[in-house]
């Protein structure tokens, strides 16, 4: 491994030594042009000149690419898997000043979630593969990212959330306007095998503080207002926890839809 032991230093190394043996090929093909040239007009001297001095540039080029091969001595697939590169990426964004939270085995940037995949050498950035993964690059990505909208609806979001809220207040036996807590609503939301796979509680909780952003508490659909509710359930089980995007920590457990005029 490289004296500072990081993906970071093994990159950074590799850069200049590809760097130098850019330089060796460089030289090379330079002496392979006036060869070629040389022997197109039959000036047999500088022929064999030219060739001599390809031979030393390619002999270079070869002693260049066996050190770049020799430095990536970090094995990236265990480097991942051991929580060193997490570890690391953590730093970087902290030197960069983008906040990043780990959790369980996501990262939360706003208004991204990381995953990293080890065995594939890629780290997953919103259900998509990034195999640009030097942290240092990476970090760049993730701040680039946050410079542009999200792409979210909170309309659509909105319903969903108070279709499961529906269910949810049914099969609790509670009054049609109680606080239920949003972890049960997830619950409901990811029901079908393999949904809380597919739409994890760090992605529910990212949605939520999107669509408490967007100020949006009711739709055409509905005339039920969204009504957030904190209480004491943010020191108790079920609170979901996402990054806003000042880089603090967002905490969401409970929420109710009020009642329908004709309802009342």
């Known amino acids: 491994m490289t004296e500072q032991g990081t993906l970071e230093a093994m990159l950074a190394d590799a850069e200049g030594r590809a760097e130098a043996a850019l330089k060796a090929a460089g ?8 060869a070629r040239a040389a022997a197109k007009t039959g000036q047999l001297r500088d022929l064999r000149k030219a060739l001599a001095a390809a031979q030393t540039s390619s ?3 070869t002693c260049a690419v066996a050190d770049l091969q020799g430095g990536l001595d970090l094995e990236e697939q265990q480097y991942l898997a051991s929580g060193e590169y997490t ?3 953590l730093q970087a964004a902290a030197d960069a000043g983008v906040a990043i939270f780990e959790e369980d085995d996501r990262l939360m940037c706003y208004p991204s979630l990381l995953r990293v995949l080890a065995v594939d050498a890629a780290v997953e950035v919103d259900k998509v593969r990034e195999r640009r993964i030097r942290p240092s690059v990476l970090v760049g990505l993730l701040a680039a990212t946050q410079e542009r909208a999200p792409r979210f609806k909170p309309e659509g979001f909105l319903d969903s959330l ?10 609790s036996g509670k009054t049609a306007d109680s606080v239920v807590r949003l972890l049960d ?4 939301l990811t029901l079908l095998p ?3 796979r597919e739409y994890s509680k760090q992605e529910f909780a990212r949605d939520l503080y999107l669509l408490d952003q967007s100020g949006v508490t009711s739709t055409a659909r509905s005339a039920r207002r969204l009504r957030w509710s904190a209480s004491t359930g943010t020191k108790s089980s079920g609170v979901l926890t996402t990054v806003a995007r000042s880089g603090q920590q967002q905490r969401y457990w409970g929420v109710s839809f009020s009642l329908a005029e004709e309802q009342r």
């Open 27 to 34: 030289a090379a093909t330079t002496q392979l042009r006036k």
């Open 59 to 61: 002999a270079t080029l």
């Open 87 to 89: 570890k690391e990426l």
């Open 162 to 171: 108070r279709g499961a809220y529906e269910l949810a207040v049914a099969g």
């Open 185 to 188: 609503v997830w619950s409901v």
């Open 194 to 196: 393999g949904q809380s």
